[in-house]
Structures are given as structure tokens and as C-alpha cells.
């Protein structure tokens, strides 16, 4: 989309029921780092189809013998962080078959419509081993387009390799204010290498993950002549050749592997007590971040 507005795009596209349950999981963060909740205390109110079955106060609804549910002060001024990975690897293919960084980009024009639906703030801190672009928290669509282009325009297959350390080391040093931190990466990352940088960011943020699963390097894609090697490493341009494309085996052993290292990093982030998602493709990225959202805020009760 060179010439359109991305934000006009994905509203073109996204449910209304969508929106507005999105854009209520964002409401109520972040008024202190010792309050998990973050949202003061209002007043109880009937239960209606629709709320949110982790705001009933089951106390109040067994007195009374019907179901009620506690209602907050809205948190507005939400500042949200757009942590990206832009190294070369987020140009290669997803498992859905389009480039990665079509899916973080689309990911995070979800993440700035809903911001711009509630009137909050988004920064920008998109970064790789050879650069590092940094933008304030701004509102308005025009800063919104600017932080989109900007990221679409960064991820490419000639661009220096990942560094999620400088991405995580900026983010926390570069913000002073409580904020909604979402690292968009893929799916190798974050490591145990990336503890300590994560719990830096964590000390004083809220850190969501969301990262793109990468295509199988051994599956057979179509449109390849008989014996010709089909799939590159966009890292060290190593070509995965012909006859070790499609054998069963090797695809298990592939498949066991990675869900080790998926079972590993979800340990690693559930210590830390950071939620993730890894999604396939964009057609995954709306219910995701809602999965992501709602599991967030029920984790702060």
C-alpha cells in the first residue's frame, strides 16, 4: 500500500464487535508498577452479555443472588511502545507464506488504530545490529503513518541483522513513564540470551510479545523445477538443496526441535511473567492480540 493510508485499510476491514472489545482491554493500565490492576474502584453495577466475565465480584453476586460486576475509572493517556525487531531475518518468509514483516507491520497498525480509537499515545523503537530509530509518544493518525511507514520501510532483506538486545535496552532506557510495551519479533526470539534485557524492560513496563512463526525451510514449495534448490537462509544466504526438501523425518525432527525452543521460551517468559502469541500469518494477527490482550488483563486481577 505505497500510496494508502494503512489505518484507513485495516478500519475498511476489522468488526466493530472486534474494535471495541480490543479497545477495551486497553482501558485501566498502568496507574502504578505496584498495582496489578491499575484502575480505581468505582462502583458495582448488573452484569449485561458482553462485560467481562473477570470483572464479576463473586462475593457481591452471591449476596445478592444475581451477577454484578465491579466498574473502574477509566486510565486514559495510555502510552504505548512499538518495540520492533528490524533485522534482515523479519524480510523472510512467514509460515503463512507472506514476508514477516508484512505481519509485524500489520500487527502494528492494529496496535495504533485501537490507540488511536481511545486517544492514547504510540512511540516507536525499531531497531537492528547497524541502526536504531527512536520516535517520541505521539497522538493523531499523521505520526501514526509516519511510525508504520517507517517500519514497513525498515524491514528489508538487505538490512544489517537482529539485535532484540539494543531494541529491549532502548526501550528501557528511553521511557520514563509507565507504558504498554509490544515487541513484535519472530519466532527464534526472545531467548534466554534476552533474560536480562527483558527484565530491565520489565521492572518498569508492561511487556506483551508477539512473534512470527518462520516458514518450514523443509517443505516443498510449488513452482520449483525438479531437483533445484528452493529455499535460502536470508541470514548467511545458505540454500537448503533439493533432496533434504520434503523427507519426513528430517521434517519431524525439525518440528520436535522447535517446539523445545517454543517450550523453552514460554518458560523463560512465564518467570517473568510476560505473555506472548506466535501467530502464522496477518489473517492470525487480530484474534491474537485480543487472545494477548484479555489473558494481560485477567493476569492483573
Known sequence: MPNASRLAHLRARLELPVTRRATGLLDGRHRSVLQGHGQDFDDLSLYTPGDDVGDIDWKSSARTGIPVIKRFVRQSNLTLVLA???????????????????????????????????????????????????????????????VLRL?????????????????????????????????????????SAHAQALRNVCTRHELLVLSVADADPLSVPSGFAAGAPRTRDVGDGWTVPAWLQGRAELQAAAAARRAEQAAERAAMLRRLRVHDVVVRSSDDVVPAMVDLLTRSRRARR
Open 84 to 146: 520492533v525487531d528490524t533485522g534482515r531475518t523479519m524480510a523472510a518468509a512467514s509460515a503463512g507464506g507472506e514476508p514477516k514483516g508484512d505481519v509485524v507491520t500489520n500487527a502494528a497498525t492494529l496496535i495504533a488504530y485501537l490507540a488511536r480509537d481511545r486517544g492514547d499515545r504510540v512511540a516507536l523503537v525499531a531497531a537492528d545490529s547497524g541502526r536504531l530509530r527512536q520516535l517520541p509518544p505521539r497522538g493523531g493518525t499523521a505520526h501514526l503513518e509516519v
Open 151 to 191: 517500519i514497513e520501510r525498515a524491514i528489508t532483506l538487505d538490512a544489517p541483522p537482529s539485535d532484540l538486545d539494543r531494541v529491549l535496552d532502548r526501550v528501557a532506557g528511553g521511557f520514563t513513564r509507565r507504558a504498554l510495551v509490544v515487541l513484535l519479533t519472530d519466532e527464534a526470539n526472545p531467548t
